[in-house]
């Protein structure tokens, strides 16, 4: 049942409908999904990442992702660039990388938008009101640090490169299935990380003549490329970072053997 709202000042208005929402579909369907596809992969990687173990396969030099770079003495041989971190069961292995990376994917325009809609219900699909009485926007803690996302981008090309050297040290010991799904997550890694939003405004968003600087501007418009596939990628990237991680804990952890194409 609807009634007639009315201005203050008199006039016609907008019915005041009763029901939350008018939507008839399955709105509720895909912030659903999203939450549990989110949850379920961050319980996964925060199990993984204080294991403290299963996470460097000698023979191959494998290591997973979720522990690169490994800076505690746990690390062994996986420790390349020192152990300056102490072995505290609360400081996962790769604490100097974690954060950033934490703080990219948080900040990301397009994970903001998955869970503000699917944690948050703010608001939980289009035209179904917002779950909050109040709107604050990202003014105050701890939203203003959603405007860190371009520092933690450049953050998240430093440890992307360090993923494509661990991808490449591997590939010293031969070819294995393991080499191919290293090389897989890398790819994808900085397909996603060049997507991104402040990587398109860095590549061209202050330039006023694209003539002027032909070379940015034909990266410009291939991160404008990538950036239309943004969602997807970070979808995409979750799924090749757990898929690493968990082959290379099952090669650690002596569950199966590499399959070997060259060595």
């Given at each position: 049942?609807?009634?007639?709202a009315?201005r203050?000042g008199?006039?016609?208005?907008r019915?005041?409908?009763s029901?939350?929402t008018l939507?008839?579909?399955?709105?509720?369907?895909?912030?659903l999904?999203?939450?549990i596809?989110?949850?379920?992969?961050?319980t996964?990687?925060?199990?993984r990442?204080f294991?403290?173990?299963?996470?460097?396969?000698?023979?191959?030099?494998?290591?997973?992702?979720f522990?690169?770079?490994?800076l505690?003495?746990?690390?062994g041989?996986?420790?390349l660039?020192?152990?300056p971190?102490?072995n505290f069961?609360?400081?996962p292995e790769?604490?100097?990388?974690l954060?950033?990376?934490?703080l990219?994917?948080?900040?990301?325009?397009y994970?903001?938008?998955a869970?503000?809609r699917?944690?948050?219900?703010?608001?939980?699909?289009c035209?179904?009101?917002?779950?909050h009485?109040?709107y604050?926007?990202?003014?105050?803690?701890p939203?203003?640090?959603?405007n860190?996302?371009?520092?933690?981008?450049?953050?998240?090309?430093?440890?992307?490169?360090?993923?494509?050297?661990?991808?490449?040290?591997a590939?010293?010991?031969g070819?294995?299935?393991?080499?191919?799904?290293?090389?897989?997550n890398?790819?994808?890694l900085?397909a996603?990380?060049l997507?991104?939003?402040?990587?398109?405004?860095?590549a061209?968003g202050?330039l006023?003549?694209?003539?002027k600087?032909?070379v940015?501007y034909?990266?410009?418009?291939?991160?404008?490329?990538?950036n239309?596939?943004?969602?997807?990628?970070?979808w995409?990237?979750l799924?090749?970072?757990?898929?690493t991680d968990?082959?290379?804990m099952?090669?650690?952890a002596g569950w199966?053997?590499?399959?070997?194409?060259?060595?």
């Open positions: 049942m609807t009634t007639t009315t203050p008199g006039g016609k208005a019915a005041a409908i029901a939350r939507r008839t579909d399955r709105w509720w369907l895909a912030p999904v999203t939450f596809g989110l949850g379920a992969w961050v996964y990687a925060t199990v990442v294991m403290h173990k299963w996470f460097w396969v000698e023979q191959f030099h494998y290591l997973t992702p522990y690169s770079p490994c505690t003495d746990r690390c041989d996986a420790a660039f020192g152990t971190l102490p069961f609360l400081i790769a604490a100097f990388s954060p950033f990376l934490l990219f994917r948080l900040t990301c325009y994970y903001r938008k869970y503000y699917s944690f948050w219900l703010s608001p939980p699909a035209a179904v009101p917002d779950g009485k109040t604050s926007g990202e003014t105050r803690f939203l203003i640090f959603q860190a996302h371009r520092y933690a981008f450049y953050a998240a090309v430093i440890i992307s490169v360090i993923n494509t050297w661990d991808a490449a040290l590939q010293s010991t070819l294995g299935l393991g080499n191919v799904i290293l090389w897989v890398v790819i994808m900085w996603y990380t997507s991104c939003h402040s990587c398109r405004h860095i061209g202050r006023k003549h694209f003539s600087h032909p940015r034909r990266f410009w418009t291939f991160v404008s490329k990538l239309t596939r943004h969602m997807q990628l970070a995409i990237t799924g090749t970072l757990a898929l968990f082959y290379i099952g090669l650690a199966y053997s590499d399959l070997r194409i060259i060595n």
